[in-house]
């Protein structure tokens, strides 16, 4: 039997456990699931008798090590910052290794050792980074083949709520790591190029900067620019690209409204409140808010952010009970963030039956033979319900076709790796197919940077 060890078995984990047990018994598998909660590790068990649940702490280092050591290939499934230390096991006991998030400067130091031990450390192999890299290296690639050259390239990603399950002001509910969404755009300023002149877009414009997109049979979307899409220039091979901008994508409206929250600085998590547990909802907003001896909350925010009684926009504060007096916080040491997370989670969770939708979009401009180009491409995936979601079948397959890909031998450059080389994203997007994981390419008139298509 050859072994596979996943540490962490969170929401995005169930698609690519069921993969794996589904193709044990024929590919010799045994699986160990290793979570914080034993109870997390075990409920995908079900008395298989290819898997196992283990209690696995990954800040216990016995432990730790001894089930990187029982192993032939670690799927990591933890928060990216606590990857380093389970790369560095594997490195030492010669263990291939395998996650989603994207390649921390600490990961990079890795590649010279996990290259002179012959070990593959795939990373970026998720949803986005993952299936957005494969399937634009499938079309960059095509072009150059074909002759062509590269003149632009947009992606956009999301994870949104299903039409189905869109009950909600903000059509929205949390899909994946709610911490996530918070924070989202913090760090830096998003960086990109649109017909050769750098741009940048700072924190606190970021959600009124937005483009529209719209996607043939599921309507107009907005996108928002994510932190640093230069960097991809190096990765993708378009070093003298005139346009190149990487976004998230939402449902029409919600940015706007999310920059209510980033404006009053609800969205810093930089430093703590006192005695956050008590604080109640309407307290954690008045936090923010001028002090006034006769103004009530309400007023107060209306004020300060422009908003009259009858917008929208507030009706969909008021939805989220954000004013209420008597609901607690409860979070010791909280910062802004977590307090504002605890809030929203109250109202965007998913429910038992609601279903997810990921919506990817890329469009590629290039030049062929004279002729300017253009093919917009996009895929759109419904979740079944909250537990198997359309981001856990997004996240979860390639990563555990590439797992089974590198046990057997199909993978084999070592190092430590993006899925962007043909010999990794031909056949796992291949695989994908059989999943109902397509894209849908159009060959549209080339549009180059249009100005008129930025809502802010």
């Excluded at 024929?26 to 075990?42: C, H, K, M, R, V």
């Amino acid at each position: 039997m050859r072994h596979i060890l996943i540490i962490g078995a969170g929401r995005s984990a169930t698609s690519l456990i069921q993969y794996l047990l589904d193709k044990s018994e024929a590919e010799e598998l045994f699986i160990t699931i290793g979570d914080i909660s034993i109870g997390n590790a075990q409920k995908f068990t079900d008395g298989h008798p290819n898997c196992r649940g283990i209690l696995l702490d990954v800040f216990n280092e016995a432990q730790r090590r001894k089930a990187v050591d029982d192993s032939d290939l670690v799927i990591s499934m933890l928060p990216a910052r606590f990857h380093i230390e389970v790369a560095k096991d594997c490195i030492e006991f010669g263990k291939h290794l395998v996650t989603a998030s994207y390649v921390s400067d600490q990961m990079q130091l890795l590649d010279v050792k996990a290259k002179a031990k012959g070990l593959v450390f795939m990373n970026e192999i998720g949803l986005d980074p993952g299936i957005d890299h494969m399937s634009a290296m499938q079309v960059i690639d095509r072009i150059r083949a074909e002759g062509g050259k590269m003149l632009l390239f947009e992606s956009f990603t999301g994870g949104l709520i299903a039409p189905e399950s869109d009950d909600n002001l903000w059509h929205y509910k949390f899909t994946w790591n709610p911490r996530n969404v918070i924070l989202a755009g913090q760090g830096g300023a998003a960086e990109f190029i649109q017909e050769g002149t750098y741009k940048y877009i700072p924190y606190h414009r970021l959600f009124r900067r937005t483009e529209f997109l719209d996607v043939e049979g599921h309507g107009r979307f907005e996108g928002y620019a994510n932190r640093n899409s230069l960097k991809y220039r190096k990765i993708y091979g378009l070093e003298n690209i005139l346009t190149l901008y990487r976004g998230t994508i939402r449902h029409l409206g919600f940015s706007k409204a999310w920059n209510m929250f980033v404006q009053l600085g609800m969205t810093d998590d930089s430093y703590i409140i006192p005695n956050s547990e008590n604080l109640t909802y309407r307290g954690f907003v008045n936090l923010f808010l001028p002090y006034s001896p006769t103004d009530s909350v309400e007023l107060k925010m209306r004020h300060n952010l422009k908003i009259d009684q009858d917008d929208l926009m507030w009706g969909k504060l008021e939805e989220l009970d954000i004013f209420n007096a008597e609901k607690k916080i409860g979070i010791k040491d909280a910062t802004p963030a977590l307090a504002l997370q605890r809030i929203l989670e109250d109202k965007w969770t998913l429910q038992k039956h609601d279903k997810d939708m990921i919506v990817m979009y890329h469009k590629f401009g290039y030049e062929l033979n004279g002729e300017k180009k253009q093919i917009d491409s996009t895929m759109v995936i419904k979740g079944d319900d909250q537990v198997q979601t359309a981001m856990a079948k997004t996240v979860g397959l390639p990563v555990a076709i590439a797992a089974l890909k590198i046990l057997n031998e199909e993978i084999t450059t070592p190092g430590v790796l993006l899925p962007i080389a043909k010999e990794v994203y031909e056949p796992i997007l291949k695989e994908l197919e059989s999943f109902g994981i397509t894209f849908n390419e159009k060959h549209v008139p080339y549009m180059g940077y249009n100005p008129n298509n930025v809502s802010g």
